[in-house]
């Protein structure tokens, strides 16, 4: 297994890709914190089905997006098993609408939850990953439409690309230490966050893919295994998309 015995933090792990992501972490042999919003009973499920796995985990709510919670977040993780070794920051939403219609709410939720998140819980984690001296693993989920745009995501689009910054920066400044920040920047994945697409729009993204389908979110969670691993040791700053080439 890749990841034995290592800590690993997941946020927005009660659904979707986070779910996949979490459950491929604890099929490697990590602990997983399963954090999630809202949605107790979808966490709680996520666990359920990494115990009966043989795997350990622990659902922790937190809205990331507000700075006292993500540091809730990362305290209940440390308190329940002594230190972290892997941040996934994953959590994520959209307000998808064209910039003249957008209201200054749609781009303030978006903003908070996709990048300011990824502030607050890296600012959390690394002080104590630092301290600990084994260095450690972040991962940060930005999306193709942060590298190439996207039509009525002007605030998705800056909150990814944001991602990709503030990642590259924080690779140089915690790589001294052994601590590895990467991303991973999915295509398009069947989840709750892109149920609500027309088939008409399903369809005319399948005609610019080049590999001819959407991804699954089981794709997207075996890239950042590896990432997580001490197969990409030498890898940090690096933007992986996994997104069956739309973004080349
Ligand atoms: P999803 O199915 O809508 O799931 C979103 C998850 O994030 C849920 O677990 C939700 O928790 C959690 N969450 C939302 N706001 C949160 C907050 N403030 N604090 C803590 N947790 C929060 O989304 P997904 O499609 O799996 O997307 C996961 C990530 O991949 C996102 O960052 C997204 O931008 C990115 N991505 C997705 C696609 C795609 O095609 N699906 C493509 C590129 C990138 P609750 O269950 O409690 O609400």
Not at 89 to 95: D, E, L, S, Y
Request: with cysteine; charged share 15%; glycine share 12%.
């Amino acid at each position: 297994m890749l990841l034995e015995g290592k800590i690993a933090v997941v946020t927005g792990a009660s659904r979707g890709i986070g779910r996949a992501i979490a459950a491929t972490l604890a099929a490697e042999g990590a602990t997983v914190v399963v954090n999630y919003q809202a949605n107790a009973a979808a966490a709680e499920e996520v666990v359920s089905a990494i115990t009966a796995a043989g795997g350990r985990a622990l659902a922790v709510a937190a809205d990331v997006s507000d700075t006292a919670a993500a540091e809730g977040l990362i305290k209940a993780a440390i308190d329940a098993f002594g230190h972290i070794d892997i941040v996934v920051n994953n959590a994520g939403t959209t307000r998808d609408t064209l910039l003249l219609s957008m209201k200054e709410e749609q781009w303030d939720v978006v903003l908070a939850t996709n990048l300011k998140s990824v502030f607050n819980v890296c600012k959390a984690a690394a002080r104590p990953m630092l301290r600990r001296k084994q260095g450690g693993r972040i991962i940060n989920i930005s999306s193709v439409s942060g590298i190439v745009g996207q039509p009525g995501q002007t605030n998705y689009a800056a909150s990814k690309a944001g991602i990709i910054g503030f990642s590259k920066s924080l690779a140089k400044e915690l790589g001294s230490r052994g601590i590895t920040v990467n991303v991973v920047a999915p295509g398009f994945v069947l989840t709750d966050l892109t149920a609500g697409l027309s088939d008409e729009l399903v369809q005319q993204t399948l005609g610019y893919i080049p590999l001819g389908r959407w991804g699954q979110a089981q794709e997207i969670a075996h890239a950042v295994a590896f990432l997580a691993s001490d197969r990409a040791s030498y890898i940090t700053g690096e933007v992986l998309r996994v997104d069956g080439g739309i973004g080349t």
